[in-house]
């Protein structure tokens, strides 16, 4: 399960206004909303990933038992603070990622020995309960291969514990750090995952309103994992066959379709956008809209002003980066 950087709402020029102020507010509910997710048994089992020596390269953090001292002791005092019901049953591993208002930690099935995540979000704050709804009216109607999968839900009055599908090959943003750019196979294998867990959620009436790399987990660490859309927390979920358009500004900035932008009601062709500017990722290694000034990065993506340094097989011809650009 990734746990990618907070959302970046885009900085507009000074002639143009957003509310993007929300009011925060205490929780109040004592009510467990979510009882009907909690069961006795785990009854969605995922296989099992491959056994690595490290099985979170790069910047996770290594399981608890490879852990110095001091940091055992450290998350030992943190997993105290965990509910009971939930140390009952899982047995915690390791802190593996961070978000604005949660958190992610890879567990072990106390009875089964089946490795899981767990999201913990914070819902004592009007943020965090949005974001906990948002995920969980999508997590709980979707059954894909490409999508994370939920099994179960625990509440407290100040956070919700939802246990996930583990993955434990990285976030394809990594990958991308690591290649530098995919090969057109590569990166077409990787893009037809992706489009088939779209697909399904479009199919759902769902929109996830903020792909990107960061938020495209894989499986395991083998050149030949499935990939899994992960982090629904803008995610709009519609009834089926519910074409309504929406109309909340949200996202991250460098992925946003320029109707967002223009706080114009849109559909879920957003994702598309998004997918296009992961496809230029992939076989690029950079990002076609890139600027340190957010304003000129806005009114680059509202252009749709970019070029291509690379090269692109077309049948017969190949042409170089300089010779590839878009304006329009």
Partial sequence: MGCGASKVLPELPRDEHLDLVK?????????????????????I???SPPQHS???????LPALLNQPEPCKNKVAKYCAKFDTRVTAKYDIKALIGRGSFSHVVRVEHRATKQPYAIKVIETKYWEGREVCESELSVLRRVRHTNVI????VFETQECVYMVMELGTGGELFDRVIAKGSFTERDATRVL???????????????????LK???????HPGTDSKIMIT??????????????????TCGTLEYIAAEILVRKPYTNSVDMWA????????????MPFEDDNRTHLYWQILKGKYSYSGEVSVPGVMVRGSEARSSL
Wanted: proline share 5%; net charge negative; aromatic share 10%.
């Fill in 23 to 43: 009011k925060v507010e205490p929780y109040t509910s004592h009510d467990d909303r979510y009882k009907h997710f909690i069961k006795d048994h785990c009854e």
């Fill in 45 to 47: 089992k995922a296989p």
């Fill in 54 to 60: 490290n099985p979170y390269p790069g910047n996770h």
């Fill in 149 to 152: 999968q939920l099994t179960e």
């Fill in 192 to 210: 037809q995952m992706v489009l088939d867990g779209v697909k399904y959620l479009h199919m759902l009436g769902i929109t996830h309103r903020d």
């Fill in 213 to 219: 790399p960061e938020n495209l987990l894989y499986y």
């Fill in 231 to 248: 982090d629904f927390g803008l995610a709009s979920a519609q009834k089926k066959g519910d074409d309504c358009l929406m109309k909340n």
């Fill in 275 to 286: 997918l296009g500017v992961i496809s230029y990722i992939l076989l690029s290694g950079t």
